[in-house]
């Protein structure tokens, strides 16, 4: 289970920030990334930015250089602060952790296992 919070609200003007915050729960030890992803209406669910236990931060093209993520390995919490927000940010934006590799014994295929949090609203708009 994974829960989100919207520190400084999902309604933001044009050019303001946001910062969201992210708490995972349960199997937390096997998590290799966390990070947000977004959805748009109309549009396919997008990376905005992942981060590793070691601080190694990956950022979607669409966002970089205006999104910082940031990560408390310790309380299993992803941070993403977003500053000069534009009208395409506005989406549903959902916490995700990869949690490593499982192995199907019946099919002899290992696949991925992901978990993701409840999305939470971030409307740009004067």
């Known amino acids: 289970l994974m829960c989100s919070c919207s520190v400084w609200g999902g309604l933001v003007r044009p050019g303001g920030s946001l910062r969201l915050s992210c708490v995972a729960s349960g199997n937390t030890y096997r998590i290799i990334d966390m990070g947000w992803y977004r959805q748009a209406p109309g549009k396919q669910r997008e990376l905005v930015a992942e981060?590793?236990?070691?601080?190694?931060?990956h950022y979607g093209d669409s966002v970089k250089g205006r999104v910082t993520i940031s990560r408390d390995v310790a309380e299993n919490t992803v941070y993403l602060q977003m500053n000069s927000l534009k009208p395409e940010g506005t989406a549903v934006y959902y916490c995700?952790?990869?949690?490593?590799?499982?192995?199907?014994?019946?099919?002899?295929?290992?696949?991925?296992?992901?978990?993701w949090g409840k999305g939470t609203q971030v409307t740009v708009s004067s």
């Open positions: 981060i590793n236990s070691g601080g190694s931060a």
């Open positions: 995700h952790a990869d949690l490593g590799v499982d192995y199907d014994s019946r099919t002899g295929l290992n696949y991925d296992v992901d978990s």
